[in-house]
């Protein structure tokens, strides 16, 4: 297994920890608010949402926990085969774009078309006005998961795997495992982790 390392400044800058998390067990508002889908037509999270649940992924289109690094792999690459993994399971799983203070640059709506077009993504790829949803669940970094059940509680929320811990030694799928742990109706231990990422860029009131 190859490891990869960050530098410590990039870690530093970029990392966020758990503390203000919503708690597990919180519920989902399912309004039917629809939300500007960059990857299809636009959407619900009622819509979004399949008979077990829902992974909610806060994303972006240039973060290097994204997008990958020369020092790190880039989550991203994981999103289509989560959401397979996701939707054979009937789960649903869709990425949402907060970083409302980059919507006219990097992140418009624009922007993210292309993204979503350029590395090929399967799932819905959601805008975020004024970061309303991520502020709601107190969303901290992209990437940022939450895995809502069949009754909109929140069973997880965090990182999606170990990948940024450089001294790991073997990689632990968090989120895949919460998945597959809550379905056999086992713990899912850890029910939450630190999500590792850059900041949702939220616009100052």
């Given at each position: 297994m190859i490891k990869h390392f960050l530098l410590p400044a990039l870690f530093f800058l970029f990392t966020i920890f758990s503390i203000g998390q919503v708690a597990i067990g919180s519920s989902l508002e399912m309004s039917r608010e629809t939300f500007q889908?960059?990857?299809?037509?636009?959407?619900?999270?009622?819509?979004?949402?399949?008979?077990?649940?829902?992974?909610?992924?806060?994303?972006?289109?240039?973060c290097p926990f994204v997008v990958g690094s020369k020092h790190?792999?880039?989550?991203?690459?994981?999103?289509?085969?989560?959401?397979?993994?996701?939707?054979?399971?009937?789960?649903?799983?869709?990425?949402v774009n907060s970083n409302e203070a980059k919507r006219t640059g990097d992140d418009s709506f624009k922007a993210m078309q292309i993204h979503a077009n350029n590395v090929a993504y399967n799932m819905s790829y959601l805008l975020d006005k004024n970061a309303a949803?991520?502020?709601?669940?107190?969303?901290?970094?992209?990437?940022?998961?939450?895995?809502?059940?069949?009754?909109?509680?929140?069973?997880?929320?965090g990182s999606i795997d170990n990948l940024w811990d450089g001294k790991r030694k073997k990689t632990?799928?968090?989120?895949?495992?919460?998945?597959?742990?809550?379905?056999?109706?086992?713990?899912?231990?850890?029910?939450?982790?630190?999500?590792?990422?850059?900041s949702i860029k939220r616009t100052k009131a």
């Open positions: 889908n960059a990857n299809g037509s636009d959407a619900s999270l009622v819509e979004e949402t399949k008979r077990n649940g829902i992974v909610l992924v806060f994303s972006c289109n240039t790190f792999p880039g989550w991203e690459n994981q999103y289509n085969e989560l959401h397979k993994y996701a939707n054979s399971q009937d789960v649903g799983f869709v990425l949803l991520a502020n709601s669940l107190k969303a901290k970094t992209t990437p940022h998961v939450f895995f809502f059940d069949q009754n909109q509680k929140l069973v997880y929320s632990k799928p968090f989120l895949r495992s919460a998945i597959e742990n809550h379905l056999k109706s086992k713990k899912i231990k850890p029910n939450a982790t630190a999500p590792k990422g850059c």
